[in-house]
């Protein structure tokens, strides 16, 4: 967990560096502590250091770790020839194969280095070579965590998403409480429209860490998506930002009614974890108010105990927009007297 | 008896001080010795499982009340039913641990291994304390004590009559024993191969962990009764809206 002290710092130290001060070496251990995604200051503050043979001599042992991180940075930037300054005696330009070649020939055979030759592949999109690789060494290590998600990223990259998830199952039958995992696999079928699957990994997830918003937000919305059928969905999608009598013609299954009910409990409790600031909660909230009067409006004579909680959330919407984005309030405005009507 | 006895400073300078430095040069050689005889264990594939299982399974223990009835009793079922349950470990594995620890070869070896470079250098050092430090009063422990510890720890002063505070060099090795453990933890890193203390009462509790700890999750999970606490929230919910509303 990224404490606040520890990120300010970490702003600080990369202004700091940015501008010609020195700290580099500081600022690239704490970033390797911390994993920010900041690749491409890595490898510039990286590679300086490394052509440098007076700093490089500096850092001792670490200089190994230091050309393991410069090279994920550069497979991220994806600068298969950084060319940089020459030194005395050093006469290559030291650019991305010479950092994993460096590192092979000083340490033969090890896991590691093995992983970034097999990263080196990838981002020279043979995907075949480096499932080689990966096959070989999860041969020799066969509970090895991040050889397992190299498959799966190698599989999606290829746009192969079926047999993503099933590496991704595959994974998971081991490694049941990795929680990323779970997270990338309810991505994954959301993006299949997968919903029953994804709710069932936001379960996971919300089981976990049962006080992340994020969390109770995804599954309220899979939920609500469990409801409607797939062409559906397309036209929900228009809806969320242009109410319009469309509503009528989406079919609903007979799950539906729970569905939604399901989706608003969580919609709500997205709103009290985040204090009633996530915009999306309170849309989810009037929508399935919206969808659920519609759908019992027929059935049942009895009504339901009506809370003032879609009310409320219009309000707050209102509120926000007006504070934020005054230029949509009268399409906000008219979307929710839709809702206030047809419901 | 209660007088008090002066004690010379060149005790301190040639007792105290080298004793004390002694264990703790012999500390960070065990610790170097111990990290070079090191043998990487692999795990195993079914040690993790289980161990990933048993988490997920307190996992849902405890956040029980954020997902559906419906869910959570499909979950239930998953893991504690009797065919093929995760949780549910058949009565003949579970007479397991006692012979698997003594047949593998590699935990033996290692647990050997452990022993040794424990036991080895604590007795050596004993030997030595009382060889030469032994016969004389080396310090004075500022508590009373009763005279029961005179045999353990004044070591070589035969008088009866000295007062039991009064000490030889073998107290002040014992001291040294269990004090230096922080001394090293701070040095030498969290990982340091002289918590003696702590493997004396890990060796207590050795076993299986898993199977029993699988047993126990399933009690546990069998026990729970579910109890969704969403519909609060539309409630709690409102009042956030409301507060934020003001």
Known sequence: ?343 | MAEDLVLDRAIRDWVLIPLSVVMVLIGFLRYFVSKLMRSYQTPDRKVVKEGQVVLRARNLRVAAGFIPTKSFWSRRVYFTNEENGLLHVPKEQAQNPQAQMFSDPNMAMDMMKKNISMIVPQTLTFTWVNFFFSGFVAAKIPFPLTHRFRGMLQNGIDLSTVDVSYVSGRSWYFLNLFGLRGLFSLILGEENATDDAQRMMQMGGFGFDPTKSLSAEKDSLDIIQHEWILPKMEKRAEDVLKKLLK
């Open chain 1, 1 to 343: 967990m990224v404490g606040a002290e520890e990120a300010a710092r970490l702003d600080r130290l990369e202004i700091q560096v940015e501008n010609g001060g020195g700290g580099a070496w500081e600022y690239l251990c704490l970033v390797r502590k911390l994993k920010p995604r900041r690749s491409d200051k890595v490898l510039k503050h990286g590679l300086a250091i490394l052509n440098d043979p007076k700093a490089r001599s500096n850092l001792g042992g670490e200089e190994w770790t230091l050309y393991e991180q410069v090279a994920f940075a550069a497979f991220d930037c994806q600068q298969h020839n950084v060319a940089k300054v020459f030194s005395l005696s050093l006469p290559l330009p030291l650019h991305m194969c010479d950092c994993v070649a460096v590192l092979s020939k000083e340490f033969p055979g090890s896991l590691r280095v093995g992983r970034l030759e097999g990263m080196l592949l990838e981002a020279e999109n043979s995907w075949a070579e480096a499932e080689k690789v990966y096959a070989r060494l999860l041969e020799d290590n066969p509970l090895d965590q991040i050889i397992y998600k190299r498959k799966v990223a190698i599989a999606k990259a290829q746009g192969d998403l079926k047999v993503a998830v099933d590496f991704l199952n595959k994974y998971l039958e081991i490694f049941m409480s990795d929680h990323d995992a779970w997270r990338e696999l309810a991505e994954i079928y959301v993006s299949l429209q997968m919903y029953k699957q994804a709710a069932f990994c936001y379960e996971e997830l919300l089981l976990s860490q049962p006080t992340v918003s994020l969390y109770h937000l995804a599954y309220a919305e899979a939920n609500e998506s469990q409801c409607i059928e797939y062409s559906g969905f397309i036209i929900l999608l228009f809806l969320r930002f242009l109410l319009t009598a469309f509503i009528e013609q989406v079919l609903y299954t007979m799950g539906g009614l729970e569905n939604l009910l399901t989706a608003k409990k969580y919609y709500a409790s997205t709103i009290t974890l985040s204090g009633g600031k996530n915009t999306r909660a309170l849309y989810g909230i009037c929508l399935c108010s919206a969808a659920i009067s519609q759908l019992t409006k027929g059935r049942s004579k009895e009504e339901k105990e009506s809370s003032d909680l879609p009310s409320l959330a219009a309000e707050a919407l209102l509120r926000d927009y007006k504070y934020r984005a005054p230029k949509k309030l009268p399409l906000l405005n008219s979307m929710l007297k839709n809702m206030k009507l047809s419901s």
